[in-house]
Every structure is written in C-alpha cells, then in structure tokens.
C-alpha cells in the first residue's frame, strides 16, 4: 500500500470526518455508532424517551442509526420510547 491509500483508508474510517469539537455546544454525539453530529445540520433527529430529563433531542449521523435505536433503545441506555 502507498501512503496515499493509507490515508484513504484512515479517513474512511475516521469517526469524525467533519472534525466537529465534542465540546461544542452545537454537537452532539449519536447514541448508537459514537459519531458527532452537528445539530445545526442533522436531518436524523428524534425527541428523547419522556423519561429521560435532560437530554432533549437525540441526534443520529445516518438514517441507519436512527432506525437501529428505535428499534431497539434499551440497548443504548434508554427506556423505551
């Protein structure tokens, strides 16, 4: 491999390839794959369980993500919804 590909390769699997700043209040992480998401330009959004105070609006990098915590939110650390 050429260090062109590595650094493919590593940016393919960078979990923060916008190089958002986890202490941004304008990111959140997605409870399901870890990665960060600007809130400002999420387009997979849900409310959080009414049991869960504090938290507000879940944020979720892909429709995937999404789909995944729905079904099944105890496996992430939420009551269900």
Not at 10 to 21: I, R, S, T, V
Not at 38 to 66: E, I, W
């Amino acid at each position: 491999m050429t260090d062109s590909n590595d650094a493919e390769v590593q940016n393919a699997l960078d979990p923060n390839p916008e190089h958002l700043d986890e202490n941004d209040p304008n990111v959140a992480r997605d409870p399901v794959c870890g990665m960060l998401v600007d809130k400002r330009t999420a387009q997979n959004t849900m409310s959080a369980p009414v049991n869960d105070k504090g938290v507000g609006t879940l944020y979720f990098h892909s429709p995937d993500c999404k789909s995944l915590f729905e079904a099944n939110p105890a496996q992430y650390g939420y009551p269900s919804l």
